[in-house]
């Protein structure tokens, strides 16, 4: 067994509460003095610092919520003074306004590590050369991944997303021994590989996905299609990045960090708290967190705890693939998308040439998402033109490609054709169940 | 004289043409006239009918959407060069074509040319000017 740090990795769990108990009092301290937002919610509930002992205490704490990031932005929830605060990361939320996390030089530090056990864990370290082919930029993927390789002394190729061709090119030139991506670019590679016909000149052994829902059998496609071990990565910005829980060399599972997080399954409905091995949604509190730390962070995603030891030794709880949402964010190609964004633009489209009926189709070709807007169009709109319903269209992608970061297929569909259910009409087509 | 022609948008979907002229038939309208302009996702089907009126109301109500405009149909020589020649006395005089189809013409050896010109008035008019007769909207729905 290969561990980064095995005291913390390999801790026995009464251990592991006791610390994590010690780190929430202080976290709950810290950000009661210093986060407006966390401090009204502890008010309204007459709690203050005092009454949160422990872990035992936590069920007692206010959720935090996605819309607190857009009520309070761009730096409202930070709990250290910029001067502190030495990045930012950005994702799209819930109105087409982004939400805006900092970290600062220890955040960096506790991200990087987080990423580094699980690179040490399944045998990654300084005689590779890992390829970044996530994004680089307000996305976390890509500087998240980075670090991490980094840290275990491998040599980098800050690839970024994009232009496929030169990824393949640059993982056979500069000899790639890992790869970072979403799976469903990691397939997109796959199959372009096969076409050129050049898996044999690859030398990549190892591939770390994530930032997108996907199935064991897609794990088995992209594991032949590229010759590697593909290895499953959770995270989202709002808690810190990829790396919040990871797989180990066993793949039973991803290991949340939990000296760095308290994760919890709730019943999403009424906020319970369910037993263990139940499926809710996960819920989680950083405690190390410095510059945007959360605590109870309502994620959306359902899924479910193994709470067995794992063969590798590692003490800390393991979290199953998520199975879906309990609200109606999408993922689509890795990119977090509202149906409420959608609407939002279609509502601001200049004069009456469309309605604000909208239905939006998901579907999976060829291991890629398909994304496509049916939009209605006025009665008063159609004359006899061809050429001005592709001028629409083309305006409502333009729209919807700046808001939301990745481009639709725009249709525009009869006035009325839009199917509606108990008068409401039914926003959101995913076909990729059972896909993906 | 000008014509009032139909034109329904179409998704491209099984069955929507179809659809399009049952209401026709169901409503006991004949089509004179008919083209269909394609794209990726959907076509303009455009047609001529006995009761424009009446076929547009009716294709409203089953849900298509329909508007109406104007084109000219012009009679020309069933020849070679007939379509030619009319169309150069359009261009030489400014007037752009926007679209345009050919039907049957029940007279022998003239045949009718359906046009949606940028300007249908003044393109009316100098045809008529040019010695071409151009179909009595009363004459063409009986063709």
């Known amino acids: 067994m290969a561990y980064l740090h095995e005291k913390i990795e390999t801790m026995p769990r009464e251990e592991l509460k006791k610390l994590q108990s010690e780190r929430l009092v202080a976290q709950v301290k810290r950000c009661y003095e210093r986060v407006e937002c966390f401090r009204n919610r502890m008010n309204e509930l007459g709690l203050t610092p005092d009454d949160i002992h422990g872990i035992q205490d936590i069920s007692k704490l206010p959720f935090s919520y996605k819309n607190d990031l857009r009520d309070y932005y761009p730096y409202g929830l930070f709990a250290e003074p910029m001067e502190n605060v030495v990045r930012v990361h950005a994702s799209s939320g819930t109105t087409g306004k982004r939400i805006v996390v900092g970290y600062t030089e220890n955040d960096l530090q506790m991200w990087s590590e987080c990423m580094a056990r699980m690179l040490t864990a399944i045998g990654v370290g300084k005689d590779d050369i890992a390829q970044v082919s996530f994004g680089y930029g307000l996305f976390t993927g890509g500087f998240g991944a980075h670090g991490g390789a980094e840290m275990v002394g491998a040599t980098v190729i800050p690839m970024s997303s994009g232009n496929t061709a030169l990824q393949i090119q640059t993982m056979i030139d500069f000899g790639a021994t890992v790869l970072f991506c979403t799976p469903s670019y990691a397939m997109y590679l796959a199959e372009e590989v096969e076409r050129l016909g050049v898996k044999d000149q690859l030398k990549l052994r190892v591939g770390v996905f994530g930032a997108e829902p996907w199935s064991e059998d897609l794990r088995q496609e992209i594991a032949e299609g590229l010759g590697l071990k593909a290895y499953d990565i959770y995270g989202l910005s709002e808690v810190l990045g990829p790396g919040v829980s990871c797989e180990c060399e066993y793949q039973a599972g991803m290991h949340v960090w939990e000296d760095n997080f308290i994760v919890e399954i709730i019943d999403p409905d009424t906020g319970e708290v369910l037993p263990e091995g139940s499926t809710g949604e996960l819920v989680f509190t950083s405690l190390t967190k410095e510059a945007f730390p959360v605590i109870r962070y309502r994620t959306r995603d359902i899924c479910s705890l193994i709470t067995e030891p794992c063969k590798c030794g590692r003490t800390h709880v393991r979290m199953r693939k998520p199975t879906g949402r309990s609200d109606d964010m999408l993922i689509i190609r890795g990119v977090n998308v509202f149906p409420s964004q959608i609407e939002e633009v279609l509502l601001n489209i200049k004069g009456d040439d469309i309605t604000p009926n909208y239905q939006i189709v998901v579907d999976r070709v060829n291991n890629t998402d398909t994304f496509d807007v049916n939009v209605e169009m006025s009665e008063a709109f159609f004359t006899d033109d061809v050429k001005s319903i592709k001028k629409l269209e083309n305006t409502i992608v333009e729209k919807l490609r700046s808001t939301l970061g990745i481009s639709p297929k725009v249709h525009l569909v009869n006035p009325k054709s839009i199917v509606r259910s108990e008068g409401k009409a039914k926003r959101v087509i995913d076909n990729r169940k059972g896909k993906i | ?143």
Do not use: H
Request: charged share 25%; hydrophobic share 45%.
């Open chain 2, 1 to 143: 004289m000008l014509i009032r022609q139909l034109s329904m948008f179409i998704e491209n979907k099984e069955g929507r043409l179809s659809a399009a002229l049952k209401v026709l038939a169901d409503n006991n309208i004949n089509i004179s006239a008919l083209s269909l302009a394609d794209s990726d996702e959907y076509g303009v089907l455009r047609l001529i009918v006995d009761d424009a009126d009446k076929a547009k109301q009716a294709l409203s109500d089953s849900g298509i959407t329909v508007a109406t405009n104007n084109v000219i149909a012009i009679v020309m020589d069933d020849q070679p060069g007939g379509a030619l020649a009319a169309l150069q006395l359009l261009s030489q005089n400014g007037i752009s074509v926007e679209y345009m189809y050919a039907c049957i013409a029940k007279v022998t050896g003239k045949a009718i040319m359906v046009v949606r010109a940028d300007d249908c008035q003044k393109a009316d008019k100098i045809l008529g000017d040019g010695g071409y007769d151009t179909v009595d909207p009363g004459e063409f729905y009986r063709i």
